[in-house]
């Protein structure tokens, strides 16, 4: 007994990521972050990362007003991206380090904070030699 | 990577895509059995207390918080369906808590956007969305 036949989750089209100032966090994700902006909406602020939309929201009630999911964005060099990130003002919970090691790569992760206290990570899959 | 270099989407920072999202679970076994047996979404693989979802081509990590300060809900996911109505049903039948019947949350130029939200079996706020295309 599952989802069948057009009621099957194809994909994740959308993550609501609340903010409190939804200014600020446009500027850290478009100006630190670097992703795309896609547009505005009142108190809606969208962009796009590799076809899944972010919305930065206010909470609407007090219910809804507790820090994002950790994303974990996946990056190239996540050596250059940490420094690149640090030198845009985030804070770095840890440095980048080897969190898993895969059959086929070494999994890569760094923590920090957007403007908005929420959890990040930066994750890289690098390729065993 | 060479193979992304060229986006002309991709971040200045590098962000190719989101590769993972971690779900806070208060049950490990109960959440796997609500992600693969009602959502459908195919399970990766279990690890300890974790287990690892692919929702196309995204990673969902389910798991207990580290730590009290990560003890909280999930960000509402929206998981896209092809017939929202159908989807609707179907949570239904299976005894999932919806918060309303599908509504169209805007008309878009190409497409009418609807959205129906529903609780996942640890509490988190979830929705399905569906662009459906103007006749």
Same mark, same amino acid.
């Given at each position: 007994?599952?989802?069948? %036949?057009?009621?099957?989750?194809?994909?994740?089209?959308?993550?609501?990521?609340?903010?409190?100032?939804?200014?600020?966090?446009?500027?850290?994700?478009?100006?630190?972050? @670097?992703?795309?902006?896609? !547009?505005?909406?009142? $108190?809606?602020? !969208?962009?796009?990362? @590799?076809?899944?939309?972010?919305?930065?929201?206010?909470? %609407?009630?007090?219910?809804?007003?507790?820090?994002?999911?950790?994303?974990?964005?996946?990056?190239?060099?996540?050596?250059?991206?940490?420094?690149?990130?640090?030198?845009?003002?985030?804070?770095?919970?840890?440095?980048?380090?080897?969190?898993? $090691?895969?059959?086929?790569?070494?999994?890569?992760?760094?923590?920090?904070?957007?403007?908005?206290?929420?959890?990040?990570?930066?994750?890289?899959?690098?390729?065993?030699? | 990577?060479? +193979?992304? +270099?060229?986006?002309?989407?991709?971040?200045?920072?590098?962000?190719?895509?989101?590769?993972?999202?971690?779900?806070?679970?208060?049950?490990?076994?109960? =959440?796997?059995?609500?992600?693969?047996?009602?959502?459908? *979404?195919?399970?990766?693989?279990? +690890?300890?207390?974790?287990?690892?979802?692919?929702?196309?081509?995204?990673?969902?990590?389910?798991? /207990? =918080?580290?730590? /009290?300060?990560?003890?909280?809900?999930?960000?509402? *996911?929206?998981?896209?369906?092809?017939?929202? #109505?159908?989807?609707?049903?179907? *949570?239904?039948?299976?005894?999932?808590?919806?918060?309303?019947? /599908?509504?169209?949350?805007? /008309?878009?130029?190409?497409?009418?956007?609807?959205?129906?939200?529903?609780?996942?079996? #640890?509490?988190?706020?979830?929705?399905?969305?569906?662009?459906?295309?103007?006749?």
């Amino acid at each position: 007994m599952n989802m069948q %036949e057009g009621t099957t989750l194809s994909r994740i089209g959308q993550i609501a990521i609340n903010a409190h100032d939804v200014d600020r966090a446009t500027a850290f994700y478009r100006d630190v972050l @670097g992703l795309p902006h896609l !547009f505005r909406a009142g $108190q809606l602020s !969208f962009f796009d990362c @590799g076809g899944v939309r972010l919305m930065l929201d206010k909470a %609407e009630k007090p219910e809804f007003d507790h820090p994002s999911s950790i994303l974990y964005f996946q990056v190239g060099d996540i050596r250059a991206a940490h420094k690149r990130l640090q030198d845009g003002g985030a804070k770095f919970e840890d440095d980048p380090h080897v969190i898993a $090691q895969m059959p086929k790569y070494d999994l890569w992760m760094t923590f920090f904070r957007d403007s908005e206290g929420n959890l990040l990570a930066l994750m890289s899959e690098v390729p065993r030699a | 990577m060479s +193979a992304t +270099a060229t986006n002309p989407g991709m971040s200045s920072l590098g962000i190719t895509n989101i590769g993972q999202i971690s779900i806070i679970t208060h049950d490990t076994a109960r =959440a796997t059995a609500f992600y693969r047996d009602v959502l459908g *979404l195919p399970l990766l693989f279990t +690890a300890g207390n974790m287990a690892f979802f692919d929702c196309g081509g995204v990673r969902l990590m389910l798991g /207990p =918080a580290s730590s /009290p300060e990560l003890d909280h809900p999930s960000s509402i *996911l929206y998981f896209r369906v092809p017939d929202i #109505e159908a989807a609707h049903r179907r *949570l239904v039948e299976l005894g999932v808590k919806i918060e309303a019947p /599908p509504r169209l949350i805007a /008309p878009m130029k190409t497409h009418d956007l609807w959205m129906v939200g529903f609780h996942d079996s #640890e509490g988190n706020i979830m929705q399905l969305m569906s662009e459906v295309p103007r006749g």
